[in-house]
């Protein structure tokens, strides 16, 4: 049995990779904060004992630790002695990272290097997969991006990540350590952060349709991403890791919409016009804005075999229909 661990296991893709792992018969560790309230919502039903037989040990574990703290990395990699290790956590908002630029750097980037440097130190051979983002891209130098394209961050998130990029690649070539970099544009799902452009459309607009809120405040409206399904995604980075070498790849649609078709699809598929409801506010525009990302996956398509399967319309009937129904049950509706 193949051991897994896995950093930002409480989040959208570490729940969503977590699932997968377990499906493939992984034993699956994952790093979590210690908080004075539980934030496990997205992986409480890994935890179901129902499908065990007595005394069989969960399949998932967690550990307390922190990516600030490399004693605690180091500690946690030498007990779990994983095969692979997936490095998904950070400070993941770009919008909070201008307010928070220094804890933005110490995690997301700095935190990169305390989990290589463990795996350095304790000569571990185990394969590691450095959430990379789209956002290292910022101000585009081509359309659309590649593994190629040269990196324009435009905020303390983007600009942490390019570092956490260059120094996977560091260590991938200094001390020949199995090191890739996913470079994943955006992908969403409905375990997306509430704070997150997308769900808060999706979620404002189930709000507005059950009476529960009279409109939506949003920043820019003419940004453009290419957005895919985190479920599609997760699978990429598994993928990487089966390879026989190293390597980085972008994964990504290679379609791009803007935050107003987004708003347009969620209202549509509960039959609103969004322009009835969507207000801008300017204190949700970032000081420097990243006006168009759209990715080329062909490297992983042709490398990897990977294809997102899920569409634009589609992810977005996911997400607006995942909120109704938390709505109502939420509000007793």
Not at 57 to 65: N, S, V
Not at 145 to 155: C, G, L
Not at 211 to 224: F, I
Not at 277 to 289: G, L, S, T
Request: charge should be negative; aromatic fraction near 10%.
């Amino acid at each position: 049995m193949k051991k897994a661990f896995i950093t930002g296991i409480t989040g959208q893709d570490g729940s969503y990779l977590g699932e997968l792992l377990l499906e493939k018969g992984y034993q699956v560790h994952g790093l979590v904060r210690r908080s004075s309230t539980f934030n496990r919502g997205r992986i409480d039903h890994l935890f179901d004992r129902s499908t065990l037989a007595e005394g069989q040990p969960l399949p998932i574990t967690l550990h307390y630790g922190d990516l600030s703290d490399g004693c605690s990395l180091r500690r946690i990699l030498e007990k779990v002695q994983p095969d692979e290790i997936y490095h998904l956590g950070a400070q993941s908002h770009v919008k909070v990272s201008f307010d928070t630029p220094e804890y933005t750097a110490d995690t997301t980037g700095l935190g990169t290097l305390r989990l290589l440097e463990a795996m350095r130190e304790l000569k571990m051979k185990v394969k590691f997969y450095q959430a990379g983002s789209s956002e290292m891209f910022g101000k585009v130098a081509e359309i659309p991006q590649k593994e190629t394209t040269a990196f324009y961050p435009r905020s303390p998130y983007g600009v942490a990540k390019v570092y956490a990029h260059w120094i996977a690649v560091n260590y991938r070539e200094a001390y020949d350590m199995f090191c890739c970099n996913g470079i994943l544009f955006n992908h969403e799902s409905p375990r997306r952060g509430e704070n997150f452009v997308t769900r808060k459309i999706t979620l404002g607009a189930a709000a507005i349709k059950l009476g529960l809120q009279s409109h939506l405040a949003l920043g820019n409206l003419e940004a453009k991403r290419d957005w895919g399904y985190a479920k599609d995604y997760v699978e990429a980075m598994w993928l990487m890791l089966q390879q026989d070498e190293p390597d980085d790849y972008v994964i990504a649609t290679g379609e791009t919409h803007s935050v107003r078709e987004f708003c347009q699809s969620a209202f549509e598929a509960l039959d609103l016009n969004y322009e009835d409801y969507v207000r801008v506010d300017e204190k949700y525009f970032r000081p420097a804005e990243v006006d168009l990302l759209i990715g080329d996956p062909s490297k992983a398509k042709k490398a990897l075999k990977w294809e997102p399967r899920t569409t634009f319309n589609d992810l977005v009937q996911i997400m607006v229909k995942a909120d109704m129904e938390h709505l109502k049950r939420v509000h007793n509706l």
